[in-house]
């Protein structure tokens, strides 16, 4: 062999065992992190016998903060089993799973599902929606109603640190929610309703709603657009087994079996799905690709009148989305929301100013695939919100 292929067949040679070596330690460097599998975060609801009711939520490893039940401890798996396969398998009740179909095809309470799902999403909570609870209900004297959705429900939140006890800790108030999962402002306009007419029974004196940028009316076209950028909430292994480029969804296939790989994958993920829908969300709130938003904030005005003619204040507090807020995407569009809604003269506070002066670094989302705010989260917006009321 001429000494000029030698040296080529030799560079080849070390190129390669560079490239296995830096793939291996690679490898070595994701196992020795604990990447988790790439996986949903799980939701269940059950109705309880007597109707309540109950929910569960379940994230993989790495929460931002730390949830009450760790499914990885004998005594939380033994709880959690035999409450759930009670209501759920032999105490009449039904389950209905919203998220990870792929990964749990059988019910929850199937038998090894909680050994699977401990493996999958330990950190779970469990909470129920009914309206005398903790989440729903708090504090003494004239009452605060709050609209919204699952930003005020308190999705991924314990019950102790929802912004309901939140806000009545710090105002020294009653405070009540009407809030409801999924809700957008025609939602909305229906708790208004329900809120006016307990106010009576509940003194109330002061709604507040809590403005989140998917809220508004929309187009056809916009609301036909598929769920995985619909919000900035879940990133769903279906999404990466359905990217465009063949090299991503080679890579996704091979998670289940090398670490480095999940690693890169679920990253790419969440970069893809997070382009996506910031793009979704500037479309949502541009009254040029959304029609429908001058008649949000129409709607709006109507339910300031409302509460007004019953002798109860109105405002809006205008809720950011959990991101770096030293590069907030969207503060174009917040400030647009608060222009539109001062010109109808309906009283309107733009979190994001708060939330700017006090995040300061730290982690403020349930988890990194699910955006809803966490507990430090709801605290500044509980601060934010009393402080006009002192």
């Not at 009450?68 to 005594?75: E, F, V, W, Y």
């Not at 409450?83 to 792929?102: K, L």
């Not at 403020?364 to 430090?376: R, V």
Request: glycine share 6%.
């Amino acid at each position: 062999m001429p000494s000029s292929a030698r040296r080529i067949a030799f560079a080849a040679v070390a190129v390669t065992l560079v490239c296995t070596a830096a793939l291996a330690i690679g490898e070595l460097a994701a196992r020795f992190a604990h990447v988790p599998p790439l996986t949903d975060r799980l939701e269940l609801s059950a109705i309880e016998p007597g109707g309540r009711s109950v929910a569960l939520d379940c994230y993989p490893e790495r929460p931002t903060l730390a949830l009450p039940i760790d499914l990885r401890r004998a005594g939380d798996a033994a709880a959690f089993a035999q409450r759930y396969q009670a209501v759920v398998a032999r105490g009449g009740g039904r389950s209905v799973p919203t998220q990870s179909r792929d990964e749990f095809p059988a019910p929850i309470a199937a038998a090894g599902a909680i050994a699977r799902l401990a493996t999958l999403a330990p950190h779970c909570l469990t909470y129920n929606a009914a309206a005398t609870t903790l989440r729903s209900l708090a504090g003494a004297g004239d009452t605060i109603a709050l609209l919204g959705d699952s930003f005020v429900v308190g999705q991924g939140v314990p019950d102790e640190d929802t912004l309901v006890p939140r806000l009545a800790a710090a105002t020294g108030r009653r405070v009540r929610s009407y809030a409801r999962f999924g809700a957008d402002v025609a939602d909305v306009q229906a708790q208004l309703a329900r809120a006016l007419a307990d106010r009576e029974s509940e003194r109330l004196r002061d709604v507040i709603y809590v403005f989140v940028l998917n809220d508004p009316l929309m187009s056809p076209q916009l609301a036909e657009q598929p769920l995985e950028i619909n919000r900035l909430m879940n990133v769903r292994p279906s999404h990466a087994a359905t990217d465009p480029r063949r090299w991503a969804r080679l890579l996704a296939s091979l998670a289940g079996h090398s670490a480095l790989a999940r690693l890169l994958a679920r990253q790419l993920l969440i970069r893809r799905v997070g382009a996506a829908t910031i793009a979704w969300y500037r479309a949502v709130l541009d009254p040029r690709s959304n029609p429908a938003l001058e008649r949000t904030f129409d709607l709006i005005a109507h339910m300031r009148d409302d509460a007004t003619a019953a002798g109860v204040t109105f405002r809006v507090a205008v809720h950011p989305l959990m991101m770096d807020f030293g590069h907030y995407p969207f503060a174009d569009e917040h400030a647009r929301v608060v222009a539109a809604l001062a010109r109808r003269g309906v009283a309107v506070h733009d979190l994001l100013g708060d939330f700017r002066r006090e995040a300061q670094g730290r982690k403020l989302t349930i988890h990194e695939i699910d955006s809803h705010p966490n507990a430090i989260a709801v605290g500044i917006t509980a601060q934010a919100l009393a402080a006009s009321y002192r």
